[in-house]
């Protein structure tokens, strides 16, 4: 493989194996179509795996990917047919030869969305916790509810309606009269008295 195609391969791997749980050692499904151009090609090395009941067939192959790839096979095909019917499948890493060169197909449209599902469910809270949540937090109140609270009319400032105090100077000069100075009055001599004294001196 050439440096681009490896890099592309590793990155396609890792979408698997962090999304759908592929790990090694990895399990590779091959069929008869795959092993005959591996065969032709002169690809070395090449082994069909078998399982109970499996004649090397498509249908039998796709028995045991479906429905939902539960045991984490990568699948090596040529046969087009096969390919479309494992497109539906979630999370099944798709193998094929071009040209005696292993290919790994990338990721189809409707693996890429199950993976952000599952994503998406780990990092968002699940029902119960959404329960859980909302009773912590209590029901917020609705519009209507709202609306017809009003505002019950507020009585008047308790400070406006204590008396006013009066201030000491002020009560005392309400109080405290002015005095009214009264002038002496001279006592009248008797004129008969004063005629008396001015003939003894």
Not at 130 to 157: F, H, M
Request: glycine content about 4%; aromatic content about 6%; proline content about 7%.
């Amino acid at each position: 493989m050439k440096v681009k195609r490896v890099k592309g391969a590793k990155k396609i791997i890792n979408f698997y194996k962090n999304s759908f749980g592929i790990f090694e050692p990895y399990q590779v499904l091959i069929d008869l179509t795959f092993c005959q151009a591996a065969i032709l090609g002169g690809i070395a090395g090449t082994a069909l795996a078998s399982h109970p009941g499996d004649q090397g067939s498509s249908p039998a192959r796709l028995s045991v990917i479906w429905p939902s790839n539960t045991n984490r096979y990568f699948v090596a095909t040529q046969d087009r047919e096969l390919q479309t019917h494992l497109e539906s499948i979630p999370g099944v890493p798709l193998m094929y030869l071009n040209h005696n060169c292993m290919v790994l197909e990338k990721p189809t449209p409707l693996s890429y969305d199950t993976a952000q599902q599952i994503q998406d469910s780990k990092v968002n809270p699940t029902s119960l916790e959404k329960e859980t949540i909302a009773k912590l937090k209590g029901e917020p109140e609705s519009e209507e509810k709202r609306r017809r609270k009003r505002k019950k009319p507020s009585g008047p400032n308790p400070l406006s309606i204590l008396k006013k105090k009066r201030t000491a100077d002020k009560t005392m000069s309400q109080t405290v009269k002015k005095k009214r100075i009264r002038k002496r009055k001279k006592a009248k001599v008797p004129t008969h008295v004063l005629q008396a004294l001015t003939k003894e001196s």
